[in-house]
Nanobody, 114 residues
Framework: QVQLVESGGGLVQAGGSLRLSCTAS????????MGWYRQASGKQRELVAV???????NYADSVRGRFTISRDNALNTVTLQMNSLKPEDTAIYYC????????WGQGTQVTVSS
Protein backbone atom coordinates (compact mmCIF):
# COMPACT_ATOMS: atom_id res chain seq x y z
CA GLN A 1 0.00 0.00 0.00
CA VAL A 2 1.32 3.42 -0.95
CA GLN A 3 1.46 6.19 1.64
CA LEU A 4 2.56 9.74 0.92
CA VAL A 5 3.71 12.14 3.62
CA GLU A 6 4.18 15.82 2.81
CA SER A 7 6.13 18.43 4.71
CA GLY A 8 7.39 21.97 4.30
CA GLY A 9 4.29 24.13 4.13
CA GLY A 10 3.87 27.30 6.13
CA LEU A 11 3.39 31.05 6.07
CA VAL A 12 5.60 33.26 3.94
CA GLN A 13 5.51 36.81 2.65
CA ALA A 14 5.01 37.54 -1.03
CA GLY A 15 8.27 37.17 -2.89
CA GLY A 16 9.53 34.53 -0.52
CA SER A 17 10.29 30.86 -1.00
CA LEU A 18 9.15 27.54 0.39
CA ARG A 19 10.23 23.98 -0.29
CA LEU A 20 7.72 21.14 -0.11
CA SER A 21 8.76 17.51 0.18
CA CYS A 22 6.82 14.30 -0.20
CA THR A 23 8.11 10.90 0.81
CA ALA A 24 6.45 7.76 -0.45
CA SER A 25 6.37 4.35 1.17
CA UNK A 26 6.56 1.18 -0.87
CA UNK A 27 8.76 0.03 -3.71
CA UNK A 28 6.87 1.56 -6.64
CA UNK A 29 8.20 5.10 -6.44
CA UNK A 30 10.74 4.86 -9.24
CA UNK A 31 8.16 3.62 -11.73
CA UNK A 32 5.53 6.19 -10.82
CA UNK A 33 4.75 9.62 -12.15
CA MET A 34 4.74 12.12 -9.31
CA GLY A 35 2.95 15.41 -9.07
CA TRP A 36 1.94 18.31 -6.91
CA TYR A 37 -1.58 19.67 -6.94
CA ARG A 38 -3.17 22.47 -4.99
CA GLN A 39 -6.61 23.49 -3.89
CA ALA A 40 -7.44 27.02 -2.86
CA SER A 41 -10.47 27.77 -0.74
CA GLY A 42 -13.62 27.56 -2.82
CA LYS A 43 -11.79 26.31 -5.91
CA GLN A 44 -11.18 23.00 -7.59
CA ARG A 45 -7.96 21.08 -7.15
CA GLU A 46 -5.50 21.93 -9.91
CA LEU A 47 -2.26 20.53 -11.22
CA VAL A 48 0.84 22.50 -10.23
CA ALA A 49 3.69 20.36 -11.54
CA VAL A 50 4.38 16.80 -12.61
CA UNK A 51 7.52 14.74 -13.15
CA UNK A 52 7.61 11.37 -14.88
CA UNK A 53 9.86 8.39 -14.33
CA UNK A 54 12.64 9.73 -16.58
CA UNK A 55 12.56 13.23 -15.15
CA UNK A 56 10.47 15.03 -17.73
CA UNK A 57 8.51 17.84 -16.11
CA ASN A 58 5.47 19.92 -16.82
CA TYR A 59 4.09 22.95 -15.02
CA ALA A 60 0.94 24.97 -14.79
CA ASP A 61 1.32 28.24 -16.65
CA SER A 62 0.76 30.14 -13.41
CA VAL A 63 3.87 28.69 -11.77
CA ARG A 64 6.22 28.05 -14.69
CA GLY A 65 9.53 29.81 -14.10
CA ARG A 66 8.91 30.14 -10.36
CA PHE A 67 8.43 26.54 -9.19
CA THR A 68 10.70 23.54 -9.76
CA ILE A 69 9.75 19.91 -9.25
CA SER A 70 12.41 17.26 -8.74
CA ARG A 71 12.64 13.69 -7.54
CA ASP A 72 15.13 11.45 -5.80
CA ASN A 73 14.32 7.82 -6.48
CA ALA A 74 16.89 6.60 -3.97
CA LEU A 75 15.02 8.46 -1.20
CA ASN A 76 11.49 7.97 -2.60
CA THR A 77 11.09 11.73 -2.42
CA VAL A 78 9.61 14.38 -4.69
CA THR A 79 10.27 18.03 -3.96
CA LEU A 80 8.62 21.27 -5.04
CA GLN A 81 10.81 24.36 -4.75
CA MET A 82 8.60 27.43 -4.82
CA ASN A 83 10.18 30.83 -5.40
CA SER A 84 8.76 34.30 -5.91
CA LEU A 85 5.59 33.27 -4.15
CA LYS A 86 2.43 35.27 -4.67
CA PRO A 87 -0.72 35.57 -2.53
CA GLU A 88 -2.59 33.64 -5.22
CA ASP A 89 -0.34 30.64 -4.53
CA THR A 90 -2.10 30.25 -1.18
CA ALA A 91 -3.67 26.80 -1.07
CA ILE A 92 -3.42 23.32 0.35
CA TYR A 93 -0.76 21.48 -1.63
CA TYR A 94 -1.13 17.75 -2.24
CA CYS A 95 1.43 15.22 -3.35
CA UNK A 96 0.22 12.71 -5.94
CA UNK A 97 1.58 9.38 -7.08
CA UNK A 98 0.20 7.87 -10.28
CA UNK A 99 0.76 4.17 -10.81
CA UNK A 100 -2.15 1.75 -10.94
CA UNK A 101 -4.35 4.53 -9.63
CA UNK A 102 -4.07 7.88 -7.92
CA UNK A 103 -2.57 8.09 -4.45
CA TRP A 104 -2.70 11.29 -2.40
CA GLY A 105 -0.95 12.74 0.59
CA GLN A 106 -2.80 14.47 3.40
CA GLY A 107 -1.95 17.94 2.13
CA THR A 108 0.12 20.78 3.51
CA GLN A 109 -1.01 24.38 3.85
CA VAL A 110 0.87 27.13 2.05
CA THR A 111 -0.11 30.69 2.90
CA VAL A 112 1.44 33.69 1.16
CA SER A 113 0.77 37.05 2.72
CA SER A 114 0.80 40.28 0.75
Amino acid sequence: QVQLVESGGGLVQAGGSLRLSCTASGSSFSISTMGWYRQASGKQRELVAVINTVGHTNYADSVRGRFTISRDNALNTVTLQMNSLKPEDTAIYYCNLLLDGDYWGQGTQVTVSS
